[in-house]
């Protein structure tokens, strides 16, 4: 005879592995506390409402409150209830009063309701958070759930793309399918959704190879946003590392965010994401107590060392986590690790990666941090793609080119430095030619490849590639902010008018120079990233910091692809990337030199003149509007292939002229090659070159704005 269930019947269990975890027969539970009392492990009924049990973790091992509830099974819905020092003034901000988030919870169920109850302090009193408040917030806070785990996180079949071989997509998982045509209703918005068929054809068709998701981990809506009926719709405000966002799911199951990993690896893409461990939802000291807050404040954040009351916020969000921590660090790391080998996800973009890597007392970057270190020689993470916001809003953050070798960075430099050039700013040219090969300048050490620049004209925070071209200003008002969030440097021109248009002459300009932004990004040596719904021309309205509009501003209007100008535009970009993925010399895995590469005196990169001839130093300001260059595809026979075969490939002449008026390029001289046929140009909406033949020396007419490719068809 089976004894009945006993909920409150505890063991001593271990404290590891941190979190609750069913063995089959109960459940252990395990939280980091190094400066608590006591810690209460809260049961709940199905449906969160109604407290069933409470039990004291009855064991401290190492900083870890651990027991076992034998009686326990999947599925059960818990949180904590930690006792300790309410000092402020020494940064401890326990308070028993407030039902704590697990921070290892795999799956939460409810949201956080907004409530003054949620404070650890009394708002509204003049002694602000130094006052104490006792009110039971256990009805505003979603509860934990006890999952039944899968263990065969090692048997992913991945596409393990190469950086060389890589173009990123970056896209809102919700927002990309929330209007798609093809994806049925009760599916728009979720994962389940982007796992449909015609949503992962699509994106394989077009030639992505990874798709990067906005942040998916469990999150909070900010207070000011919920009451001025809005949400923080990007997600970069994460309550909980190892959950996904219920908004994504369709029911409470872990296996919707496995299938969309599987389906995606079945079609040749990976899955990356872009995660936020730099702060948490919890804010500054005047923030609610939601979890780390109230589990342990002076560990889990970076607190001022002279005024251990306030936070130190790095990031522009109220706090900052504290890696330095070693059992924080070790939070983080076990995320990523879960996000692998339980979730299927290959690679992370982080952001503002600077405030990741800040230790000691002033709270400094360190590119020899804890974090990369661990990180480095993590045998799981060692084989993932790592990404690096290079900065964040502290002190000497910013610190692009600064991360260890084997890191990938996004590179804002690029991004401004092809922006101006196409709206047709001088002294951009020199510049440019050092971002379009790969950034050597601002990758130089460690080996590092040209894959390490991040290369990107637009992303998830500003203007779409359409806005781009579109507004001169930013259109925020929706934001509720005056207009005054988002940025004021954008780098862009509206071709003539603010915003939309029917003057067909001023459309057909934007089309243009969205296929010249394309062009550039694409013929680039790096790994280039494209944001979704820019190959179809999405537009936000102007609004460049659509961060809560959880709205038709921010969801993929699928309908512009059935019109003229976005089918065509998706089109040309297709075309780019079969020429990308097709040619090597495109997608160098080494540094250009400049210098001859055999007793011929070629050289794997030659700059040109307008007039044919090899530039000099003093030439680079002569032509403020035009930078051509041979890329010589022999170049590639000192590179290997994976088995040893020679990387050689055709040679290019790539042109692109930013002025606004036509002008005349002479084709390189006979030592560059013999001949030239024109394979693209972004003149014709498909991008197809004409195939007209030009000898060396030969005059080719360019018309104003336009980038023109040409395939070497002789030696000389």
Same mark, same amino acid.
């Given at each position: 005879m089976t004894a009945p269930l006993n909920r409150n019947r505890v063991w001593p269990g271990r404290p590891y592995p941190l979190g609750a975890h069913w063995d089959g027969r109960g459940v252990n539970f395990a939280l980091f506390s190094l400066h608590a009392e006591k810690v209460e492990l809260c049961l709940f009924?199905?449906?969160?409402?109604?407290?069933?049990?409470?039990?004291?973790?009855?064991?401290?091992?190492?900083?870890?409150?651990?027991?076992?509830?034998?009686?326990?099974r999947p599925g059960q819905l818990y949180g904590y209830r930690v006792y300790g020092p309410y000092e402020p003034e020494r940064g401890h901000r326990f308070?028993?009063?407030?039902?704590?988030?697990?921070?290892?919870?795999r799956l939460l169920h409810g949201a956080v309701?907004? +409530?003054?109850? /949620?404070?650890?302090? @009394?708002?509204? #009193? !003049?002694?602000?958070?130094?006052?104490?408040?006792?009110?039971?917030?256990?009805r505003y806070v979603p509860k934990c759930v006890v999952v039944d785990e899968v263990a065969d996180g090692d048997h992913w079949r991945r596409p393990r793309r190469s950086w060389r071989r890589s173009v990123?997509?970056?896209?809102?998982?919700?927002?990309y399918t929330r209007r798609h045509p093809q994806v049925p209703d009760a599916l728009r918005g979720s994962f389940r959704g982007l796992a449909e068929p015609a949503p992962v054809a699509y994106l394989a068709d077009l030639g992505v190879t990874a798709?990067?998701?906005?942040?998916? +981990?469990?999150? /909070?809506?900010?207070? @000011?946003?919920? #009451? !001025?009926g809005l949400s923080n719709y990007w997600g970069y405000n994460s309550i909980g590392f190892f959950a996904p966002d219920n908004r994504f799911l369709t029911r409470p199951d872990l296996g919707e965010f496995r299938l969309l990993a599987r389906t995606l690896h079945d079609a040749g893409i990976e899955l990356l994401l872009d995660v936020v461990y730099n702060h948490t939802g919890e804010g500054s000291e005047l923030g609610p107590t939601l979890s780390f807050r109230g589990i342990d404040n002076a560990s889990y954040y970076h607190l001022n060392p002279q005024v251990p009351r306030h936070t130190r916020d790095f990031t522009g969000c109220g706090n900052s986590l504290n890696l330095a921590q070693p059992r924080v660090l070790q939070l983080v790391l076990d995320s990523l690790r879960y996000w692998v080998q339980q979730m299927g996800v290959d690679g992370f973009r982080f952001d503002l990666a600077t405030t990741l890597a800040r230790e000691g007392l002033d709270g400094g970057f360190d590119p020899g941090s804890g974090f990369f270190d661990a990180v480095r020689q993590d045998p799981v993470l060692a084989g993932v793609k790592l990404i690096a916001e290079p900065w964040d809003l502290g002190p000497g953050g910013y610190r692009l080119g600064g991360f260890p070798a084997g890191?990938?960075?996004?590179?804002?430099?690029?991004?401004?430095?092809?922006?101006?050039?196409?709206?047709?700013?001088?002294?951009?040219?020199?510049?440019?030619?050092?971002?379009?090969?790969?950034?050597?300048?601002?990758?130089?050490?460690?080996?590092?490849?040209?894959?390490?620049?991040?290369?990107?004209?637009?992303?998830?925070?500003?203007?779409?590639?359409?806005?781009?071209?579109?507004?001169?200003?930013?259109?925020?008002?929706?934001?509720?902010?005056?207009?005054?969030?988002?940025?004021?440097?954008?780098?862009?021109?509206?071709?003539?008018?603010?915003?939309?248009?029917?003057?067909p002459v001023i459309g057909a300009l934007r089309q243009q120079q969205m296929r010249n932004l394309l062009a550039t990004l694409l013929l680039s040596q790096g790994t280039p990233m494209l944001l979704a719904g820019d190959e179809f021309g999405h537009s936000q309205g102007g609004n460049n910091n659509a961060y809560c509009q959880d709205n038709a501003i921010s969801?993929?209007?699928?309908?512009?692809?059935?019109?003229?100008?976005?089918?065509?535009?998706?089109?040309?970009?297709?075309?780019?990337?079969?020429?990308?993925?097709?040619?090597?010399?495109?997608?160098?895995?080494?540094?250009?030199?400049?210098?001859?590469?055999?007793?011929?005196?070629?050289?794997?990169?030659?700059?040109?003149?307008?007039?044919?001839?090899?530039k000099a130093q003093q030439d680079w300001q002569a032509e403020p509007h035009l930078l051509a260059f041979v890329l010589d595809g022999e170049a590639g026979m000192e590179h290997l292939g994976p088995q040893g075969q020679s990387q050689r490939d055709d040679s290019y002449l790539v042109v692109l002229h930013a002025g606004a008026e036509a002008t005349v390029f002479l084709m390189p001289p006979a030592g560059l090659g013999a001949s030239w046929r024109r394979v693209f140009d972004t003149c014709a909406a498909d991008g197809r070159g004409d195939g007209l033949t030009l000898p060396a020396g030969g005059e080719c007419s360019l018309s104003p704005r336009c980038v023109q490719v040409f395939e070497r068809l002789g030696e000389s």
């Amino acid at each position: 005879m089976t004894a009945p269930l006993n909920r409150n019947r505890v063991w001593p269990g271990r404290p590891y592995p941190l979190g609750a975890h069913w063995d089959g027969r109960g459940v252990n539970f395990a939280l980091f506390s190094l400066h608590a009392e006591k810690v209460e492990l809260c049961l709940f009924d199905a449906s969160g409402s109604r407290q069933t049990a409470r039990v004291a973790l009855p064991e401290y091992t190492d900083e870890v409150w651990h027991g076992y509830l034998p009686d326990l099974r999947p599925g059960q819905l818990y949180g904590y209830r930690v006792y300790g020092p309410y000092e402020p003034e020494r940064g401890h901000r326990f308070n028993h009063h407030k039902l704590l988030i697990d921070p290892y919870a795999r799956l939460l169920h409810g949201a956080v309701r907004w +409530h003054d109850a /949620l404070h650890g302090y @009394r708002v509204g #009193d !003049a002694r602000g958070d130094l006052s104490f408040d006792t009110r039971d917030s256990a009805r505003y806070v979603p509860k934990c759930v006890v999952v039944d785990e899968v263990a065969d996180g090692d048997h992913w079949r991945r596409p393990r793309r190469s950086w060389r071989r890589s173009v990123i997509c970056e896209m809102h998982a919700g927002g990309y399918t929330r209007r798609h045509p093809q994806v049925p209703d009760a599916l728009r918005g979720s994962f389940r959704g982007l796992a449909e068929p015609a949503p992962v054809a699509y994106l394989a068709d077009l030639g992505v190879t990874a798709v990067e998701l906005l942040p998916v +981990h469990a999150h /909070l809506d900010e207070r @000011r946003l919920v #009451d !001025a009926g809005l949400s923080n719709y990007w997600g970069y405000n994460s309550i909980g590392f190892f959950a996904p966002d219920n908004r994504f799911l369709t029911r409470p199951d872990l296996g919707e965010f496995r299938l969309l990993a599987r389906t995606l690896h079945d079609a040749g893409i990976e899955l990356l994401l872009d995660v936020v461990y730099n702060h948490t939802g919890e804010g500054s000291e005047l923030g609610p107590t939601l979890s780390f807050r109230g589990i342990d404040n002076a560990s889990y954040y970076h607190l001022n060392p002279q005024v251990p009351r306030h936070t130190r916020d790095f990031t522009g969000c109220g706090n900052s986590l504290n890696l330095a921590q070693p059992r924080v660090l070790q939070l983080v790391l076990d995320s990523l690790r879960y996000w692998v080998q339980q979730m299927g996800v290959d690679g992370f973009r982080f952001d503002l990666a600077t405030t990741l890597a800040r230790e000691g007392l002033d709270g400094g970057f360190d590119p020899g941090s804890g974090f990369f270190d661990a990180v480095r020689q993590d045998p799981v993470l060692a084989g993932v793609k790592l990404i690096a916001e290079p900065w964040d809003l502290g002190p000497g953050g910013y610190r692009l080119g600064g991360f260890p070798a084997g890191w990938g960075e996004w590179n804002d430099q690029y991004r401004d430095t092809v922006r101006r050039f196409w709206r047709g700013d001088t002294g951009q040219v020199a510049t440019l030619a050092s971002r379009l090969t790969g950034s050597s300048d601002i990758f130089p050490n460690h080996g590092r490849r040209p894959t390490a620049s991040i290369n990107f004209l637009t992303a998830h925070d500003g203007f779409t590639l359409c806005d781009l071209v579109s507004f001169e200003h930013k259109h925020n008002a929706a934001n509720g902010e005056q207009n005054r969030d988002g940025t004021d440097s954008n780098f862009s021109w509206n071709c003539g008018v603010e915003g939309a248009t029917d003057d067909p002459v001023i459309g057909a300009l934007r089309q243009q120079q969205m296929r010249n932004l394309l062009a550039t990004l694409l013929l680039s040596q790096g790994t280039p990233m494209l944001l979704a719904g820019d190959e179809f021309g999405h537009s936000q309205g102007g609004n460049n910091n659509a961060y809560c509009q959880d709205n038709a501003i921010s969801w993929l209007d699928w309908a512009r692809l059935g019109q003229e100008e976005g089918a065509a535009l998706q089109h040309y970009l297709r075309r780019l990337l079969k020429l990308r993925h097709r040619h090597g010399v495109f997608r160098r895995d080494r540094f250009f030199t400049g210098r001859p590469i055999d007793a011929s005196g070629r050289k794997d990169i030659v700059w040109l003149n307008a007039d044919g001839s090899e530039k000099a130093q003093q030439d680079w300001q002569a032509e403020p509007h035009l930078l051509a260059f041979v890329l010589d595809g022999e170049a590639g026979m000192e590179h290997l292939g994976p088995q040893g075969q020679s990387q050689r490939d055709d040679s290019y002449l790539v042109v692109l002229h930013a002025g606004a008026e036509a002008t005349v390029f002479l084709m390189p001289p006979a030592g560059l090659g013999a001949s030239w046929r024109r394979v693209f140009d972004t003149c014709a909406a498909d991008g197809r070159g004409d195939g007209l033949t030009l000898p060396a020396g030969g005059e080719c007419s360019l018309s104003p704005r336009c980038v023109q490719v040409f395939e070497r068809l002789g030696e000389s």
